[in-house]
């Protein structure tokens, strides 16, 4: 089974550009076509209900297992810094990997001592059906989850009436461990790129303020670090409703689309003639490949 997650979230292999977030990134951005097409090794770390705190440590885990990751992809969303409802208890789908050093420390702290060592000696408790699932995908090689169906608005009133009583919430504890993980991968030399995935208007317009101010972090952060860029995907997108398999996640049509964005945004993202642009000029620049951004990130010169 570990095996399996392991190839999964390709955890097995020497990635140079990592995905990390939750299930806007597994339904949003396909990591096999970004591989593909920009031709270097590319994994994607992300599961349903991954927090900020969890995405800390995944991070870690990776970085420790494949010191070869020069580029973070990381999803980012208004709803990053609510530690409440799904993700609450999201550290359980890590239990698997309580034999791993990294993610050992991260349960200790987390989980109740009947958990933790329950799970240590009665190894099927550390699955649960996501984390099956997880596994064997992994195993059957169908990485890539696609949505076929689109949303129906009509079916969507009361979930938003519920989204509009709860707003958005801006949890100051998750804000640490997100912009803990910037200063992490940035201090090793690790360019991260926050890509706001979209969600639909309607989910959008439930308290525009408290969205703001989550949104100016995410700015604010790449302002402020020249390694790290903010892209939000969610302006010119939100609007187009045949592409969202519900409110909150893509279809396969919203994947491609959103996909081929960041394609051509990493290769042109950083440098023309060894300038960096800033990331709302990316559309206008002019990159050959991927591989001269991550020449430079190792430290190699950059021909031409």
């Known amino acids: 089974m570990k095996q399996g997650m392991a190839r999964y979230y390709g955890l097995d292999k020497p990635a140079q550009i990592l995905c990390v977030g939750h299930s806007h990134m597994v339904l949003g951005i396909d990591a096999e076509r970004l591989e593909r097409e920009l031709g270097v090794p590319v994994a994607k770390y992300a599961t349903a209900g991954a927090n900020a705190l969890d995405r800390l440590w995944m991070v870690r885990q990776f970085v420790e ?10 999803d980012v969303d208004p709803r990053l810094f609510d530690t409440e409802g799904l993700s609450s208890a999201s550290y359980t789908l890590f239990l698997p990997y309580m034999g791993d050093p990294v993610m050992s420390r991260y349960l200790r702290r987390e989980a109740t001592w009947q958990e933790f060592y329950s799970a240590r000696v009665i190894r099927t408790t550390r699955f649960r059906d996501q984390t099956i699932n997880v596994a064997l995908r992994g195993l059957l090689g169908r990485v890539e989850n696609k ?41 090793r030399g690790i360019t991260v790129v926050l890509v706001y995935i979209p969600v639909a208007d309607l989910l959008n ?73 800033s990331s709302a000029d990316s559309t206008d620049m002019d990159v050959s490949s991927m591989e001269t951004i991550l020449r430079h990130r190792s430290g190699r010169p950059v021909e031409g």
């Open 205 to 277: 317009a439930v308290d525009p303020e408290g969205q703001e101010g989550v949104l100016q972090v995410f700015r604010d952060v790449a302002g402020k670090n020249d390694k790290v860029v903010f892209l939000d995907y969610n302006r010119d997108y939100q609007h187009r409703h045949e592409w969202f398999y519900d409110l909150r996640h893509l279809n396969g049509e919203g994947n491609e689309i959103v996909t081929g964005r960041l394609i051509a945004d990493l290769k042109r993202l950083f440098w023309e003639g060894g300038e960096r642009r």
């Open 147 to 187: 949505k076929t169906s689109r949303m129906r608005v009509e079916d969507l009133q009361g979930f938003l009436e519920r989204e509009a009583a709860r707003g958005i919430r801006n949890n100051p504890d998750a804000r640490g461990c997100f912009l803990e993980t910037i200063d992490f991968l940035t201090k």
């Open 65 to 74: 297992r494949q010191p070869s990751v020069k580029t973070v992809i990381y």
